[in-house]
């Protein structure tokens, strides 16, 4: 199942049910933050509001966009990897362009 939102908003999520893995492409969605990338995953898997949601409280986000941004030259950085609960849910991000967020760590 793929759920997607139109507009630049959120991203599109993917949605593995038998594993309980989201999984979104932060590249495919670059004119949006990592971190408000991140949030809008965790949004869509456990269906909280916003407000429920406090990225500051694990992470700082604006080193979580640093980290994984691309490099001066504008060339994505490879490798590397970060993981956090958030909201009831595990988040991996890495350095390919992939955050997952399981519902069910």
């Known amino acids: 199942m ?5 507009g630049s908003d959120r991203p599109s999520t993917n949605d593995d049910s038998e594993d309980g893995v989201y999984v ?3 590249y495919e ?11 809008h995953a965790v949004l869509e898997v456990t269906g909280k ?6 990225l500051n409280a694990v992470v700082q986000p604006d080193a979580l966009n640093r980290i994984f941004s691309p ?3 504008g060339e994505p950085r490879e ?4 993981e956090f609960d958030l909201a009831g849910c595990h988040v991996t991000v890495t350095g390919d362009g ?8």
């Open 2 to 6: 793929e759920n997607s939102h139109t």
């Open 24 to 26: 979104v492409n932060y």
């Open 29 to 39: 969605t670059s004119d949006i933050e990592l971190s408000v990338t991140v949030v």
């Open 49 to 54: 509001e916003p407000t429920d949601v406090d």
């Open 71 to 73: 490099k001066h030259d």
């Open 79 to 82: 490798g590397g990897r970060i």
């Open 98 to 105: 992939e955050v997952r967020v399981d519902a069910d760590p």
